[in-house]
Every structure is written in structure tokens, then in C-alpha cells.
């Protein structure tokens, strides 16, 4: 089945398959806690501490962190979208409007991220939050048809293997979530969908007004829309990602029935297929810094 005749487009029904649900990011200063195990914690010291995660998150701006990132910004082109609408970023003004628009990739779920939209909006407005909001907007009736957020991979602050570590910080910056992606009926099936994915992609992937840009984008959906992810450049992964450590694979997947669709957005990202505890995953290499294979 087409998106353009499916009203979900895609939604985050994702969760760590040794970990907790996925959030809002929390204020950075919750990195700075220390594991209680010491042998992780020297394993934490010697590759996040002296290579990338202390450096990162002690670094006084976001335009310093960028500079630790991995590999440069793959290029992004925005398709061309039909007359009579624009992409713009969402106001706080959007957010009543848009939450009908937004539950449509989720209508089924009382607890979907369209009752947070506020908040999301909100962070996406805040310099130092790599949250991002985007609606399409209907220039004749300035009615709203169409939006996606596009959220940090916060699961990493509740992943038991992550609890008190850099790295938590750093895979939730780097890994970018495409959260939920709408369009109402009417303009379905003219490119807005693409559209909107390519902003998604652009906006997580570059550093604007400072922000951390992220290295890899991921989105769950369901299996029919596979093919529509394909044809973007996204890889596909039915029991989602594992990104590798100094203290062994964290693994993340989705719910039970859903999929997972992975696309690098820098070049010193590598996705490669191969089996670990938890099914066939896209293994994630170059998000952290780890002793050569």
C-alpha cells in the first residue's frame, strides 16, 4: 500500500529491546553522572572520555561539538513540492492545528507523541535541542495539511547499558529519530510525504543555529511502507539497529509488528547487516569511538 493512500505515514513504536520507551531529551547536565562499576567506568574514561563523549558534552558550544562528529553532512535535496502549499518551521501558534494532523500517523495510540506536541515545538525552537518541526502549510486557506517531528533517540537515556554514561548523551544526539510524518487526504499522492522526509533528513542532519546535527536517521513503520522508504535511500532493518561500544552492542528495535528503516546521513557512518541476540539488525558503525575489528 502507497502512503499516499495510508493515513499513517510513520510513527516511533519503537523500544529498547534491553531498555525503557522512548522520551523528550532531558537537560544535558543528566549526562554527567558516573557508573558505579569501575571497569566500565575505565572503559568509559578511555573511549568516550579521551576520544569523543566527555570532550563532546564539555565542550562550551554546540558549534564545538560538531567538530567531533563523523564524517561530513551528506548532501540533502528537498523534492520540489506542487503549488499551492510551503514547508516552514512550526510556531508555537502550530500547535493546536497540527495535532489532528499529527495523530493521523498514530491515531489508534492515547499516549502518541501528539500529546506532547507542545513541548516537542518548544524544544524545536531552543538552539540547543536537536528537536525539529515542520508543517505544510495550504497558502490559499493557511490551513494545515501536512508536518513531521523529527526527535533525538532518547531510549539511549533509559537503556540500562547506558544509565550514567557519556554515551548516552552521545548516541541521543547523533541518532536521529523521524518521529511521526503526516498528510491529510487531499495531498496525499503529490510528493509531500518525500518532501517532508528530505526536511527531516536536512534538519537532523545539519548543525543550524548551532545545533548538534545528528549522523544517522531511523524511522519505524509498518511493513508496507518498506518500499516507500527504499526508494529514499533508507536501508531496511525488521529487528532494528545495534550500535557498537567500549562495553558491548546496544541494541534497539521496534514494536512487534513494525520495522525499522535506517538511512546515514555522514559519510563516517557505516550500516551493516548481520545477526545478533535479537534477530537480524543494521549494525551502526561509526556513532562512537571503538577498538578497530
Known sequence: MSPGNHSLISFDQSASLIGGPPGLIPDASAGARRSGNPARREAERMYSGSVLGERMYAAPTTADRSGMQPGEIIPVSVPALPDGIVIRDATRADAAPLEPVIRLADPDNPDGS????????????????????????ETSSAALVGGMTALPATWAFTHPMLIGSPNAHIIAGLVACLDSLAVVDQWRGKGVARALVAEAE????????????????????????ADFYAGLGFTLSPDGIGIPTPTGLICH??????????????????LEPMPTPYGRQLVIRGVLPVPAR
Open 253 to 270: 528495535g521496534p514494536t512487534k509488528g513494525f520495522r525499522f528503516s535506517v538511512k546515514a546521513l555522514r559519510t563516517g557512518v557505516q
Open 202 to 225: 536536512k534538519a537532523a542532519g545539519s548543525n543550524p543555529a548551532g545545533k548538534l546535527g545528528a549522523a544517522v536517521l531511523y524511522v519505524t513503520h509498518e511493513p508496507e511502507l
Open 114 to 137: 501528539w500529546r506532547v506536541l507542545p513541548m516537542v515545538i518548544d524544544q524545536s525552537l531552543d538552539p540547543e535541542k536537536p528537536s525539529y518541526v515542520r508543517v505544510v502549510e
